[in-house]
């Protein structure tokens, strides 16, 4: 049971490119979650998924999109990365009861 | 929006003593409050929760407590061992869940020999 799964884990992009950042998840939960981890900032919040076929906004979504694939997978997308998008990424997904949130290992990106 | 600071950003304890991490919210509608503990190139893991309706709550070496009136829930650690370095992070949520959480800044414990 992996739990939550990113790929990849470390990535270095110039500023203009686009990527993807994959999440799955194989606990069958219905939420699923981006986060960005910025030194002195903690996590906050890029976009989340209640359940398949939907997609909200978090606190910092500027700059990304998101699609929940299926209820497995939901991706991560920087359509033109710029520097400020220099971070670490998670995925996660809480339990159906949501008292709690189970984390990828993050996928730390480099724009430059 | 609700907003959680977080205090210390670094504490350095000696193996044995205890730590306390204090952190409060602005949000008077938040009613959960979990810890987790991010170890060197992990993800964050659940430690403990804490809901409104609850002042305290211990699990073996750890414990939180929650000040509704004030604000404010810190993370106690006692005995503290040298797995206990990481950084820590508190969160608010006012859906009673994991949803939507809104983290502090982390803390990063150093335990020493």
């Known amino acids: 049971n992996a739990g939550v799964t990113q790929t990849p884990k470390f990535q270095v992009l110039k500023t203009g490119q686009s990527m993807t950042l994959q999440c799955a998840q194989d606990?069958?939960?219905?939420?699923m979650y981006w986060y960005r981890q910025d030194p002195g900032m903690g996590l906050r919040l890029i976009y989340y998924?209640?359940?398949?076929?939907?997609?909200d906004k978090g606190e910092v979504p500027n700059g990304y999109n998101v699609s929940r694939l299926n209820k497995r997978e939901f991706s991560l997308r920087l359509e033109s990365a710029a520097p400020s998008q220099t971070s670490v990424y998670f995925c996660?997904?809480?339990?159906?009861?949501?008292?709690?949130?189970?984390f990828g290992q993050g996928t730390r990106l480099t724009v430059v | 929006g609700e907003n959680v600071e977080q205090h210390p950003s670094t504490l350095s304890v000696q193996e044995g003593d205890s730590a306390v991490i204090k952190c409060t919210y602005s949000?008077?509608?938040?009613?959960?409050f979990p810890w987790y503990k991010q170890e060197l190139g992990k993800g964050p893991q659940l430690i403990i929760d804490?809901?409104?309706?609850?002042g305290e709550k211990k699990d073996q070496r750890i414990a939180v407590t929650l000040n509704k009136t004030a604000k404010h829930f810190s993370l106690h650690i006692t005995e503290t061992q040298p797995e206990d370095s990481a950084v820590y992070f508190c969160?608010?949520?006012?859906?009673?869940?994991?949803?939507?959480?809104?983290f502090g800044t982390g803390t990063r414990l150093q335990v020493t020999l």
């Open positions: 998924s209640a359940s398949e076929g939907t997609t």
């Open positions: 996660a997904s809480p339990k159906p009861v949501n008292t709690e949130a189970f």
């Open positions: 949000d008077s509608a938040s009613n959960y």
């Open positions: 969160a608010a949520s006012r859906t009673g869940t994991a949803s939507k959480l809104t």
């Open positions: 804490i809901r409104s309706n609850v």
């Open positions: 606990m069958n939960h219905n939420s």
